[in-house]
Nanobody, 126 residues
């Protein structure tokens, strides 16, 4: 089992930045990700990162603005969000795959995440 707790959400003006954190307990998953969901919209995969931090994957909607990273020693996942837009307003979730080992290629997709945090709200005003 992996338990995930997000933090760092808040309110910011368009063009601003926020850094989200996700503390994980239990074993270290081989693949972690950030998702978001707005009211009335489907959950959207944003970015994934492989266990060694050497491989990342981004959705086009956030590529170049958001950066995922992880500190394996602290078992913590981060999402640096820059150039925020009002359409980035959503609840942000971190997620982890089941298993401490897995193929790198399998972390290049937003499918199959077994563990989820409770979410942290991000509000971007114009």
């Amino acid at each position: 089992q992996v338990q995930l707790v997000e933090s760092g959400g808040g309110s910011v003006q368009a063009g601003g930045s926020l850094r989200l954190s996700c503390e994980a307990s239990g074993y270290t998953s081989y693949c972690m990700a950030w998702f978001r969901q707005s009211p009335g919209k489907e959950r959207e995969g944003l970015t994934t990162i492989y266990t060694d931090g050497g491989s990342t994957y981004y959705a086009n909607s956030v590529k170049g603005r958001f950066t995922i990273s992880r500190d394996t020693a602290k078992n913590t996942l981060y999402l640096q969000m820059n150039s925020l837009k009002p359409e980035d307003t959503a609840t942000y979730y971190c997620a982890a795959r089941s298993g401490s080992q897995g193929p790198r290629w399998a972390c290049q997709t937003f499918l199959g995440f077994a563990f989820w945090g409770q979410g942290t709200q991000v509000n971007v005003s114009s």
